[in-house]
């Protein structure tokens, strides 16, 4: 874990990641606009130097990431900031969010997606993006990444 900044501009929360190269493209978007990226145990992939290597995550010492072993303990963490779950089906859209500084984006696993149980206590922040019904749902790394975009954009970009 490194402290790239002291305030990060948003952070992205991984709710029990499956896939390593996934995390690995979600941590490089999150280097890129000063996000902090956080793991809720338990992932599908192993956090050592060789698997890290592996899953092209060479840039990982640039990242500010935490890995909790408890979504209780995430919430207190950032307590007091907003929550923002994506996720399929919503009723709104990522583009009809208000975003601020210091939010928060959580994102379920590839395979099971977030729990019932976070979508109810988040249903009215819940989001998702806009697909045609031939499509279940959209790679994690490409969700994370436009709505990481999204909120940066109504910043009025990067400090």
């Known amino acids: 874990m490194t402290a790239a900044a002291s305030f990060p501009l948003l952070h992205v929360v991984l709710y029990q990641p499956d896939i390593p190269q996934n995390t690995g493209n979600i941590g490089r978007t999150c280097v890129a606009v000063g996000a902090k990226l956080w793991l809720v145990r338990p992932l599908g992939f192993q956090l050592d130097e060789k698997h890290l290597r592996r899953a092209g995550m060479d840039y990982w010492q640039h990242l500010d990431w935490e890995a909790v072993d408890h979504w209780s303990e995430l919430e207190q963490k950032?307590?007091?900031r907003t929550?923002?779950?994506?996720?399929?089906?919503?009723?709104r859209l990522v583009w009809e969010a208000e975003f601020t500084p210091g939010d928060v984006l959580v994102f379920g696993s590839e395979t099971r997606g977030l729990p019932s149980a976070i979508i109810?206590?988040?249903r009215g922040r819940t989001l998702q993006l806009p697909m045609r019904p031939e499509v279940r749902?959209?790679?994690?790394?490409?969700?994370?990444?436009?709505?990481?975009y999204e909120a940066v954009r109504q910043f009025?970009?990067?400090a």
């Open 137 to 148: 749902s959209l790679n994690l790394a490409s969700t994370v990444n436009t709505a990481v």
């Open 78 to 80: 950032l307590a007091r």
């Open 156 to 158: 009025g970009g990067l």
């Open 83 to 91: 929550f923002w779950c994506i996720e399929n089906p919503a009723s």
């Open 120 to 122: 109810e206590r988040y």
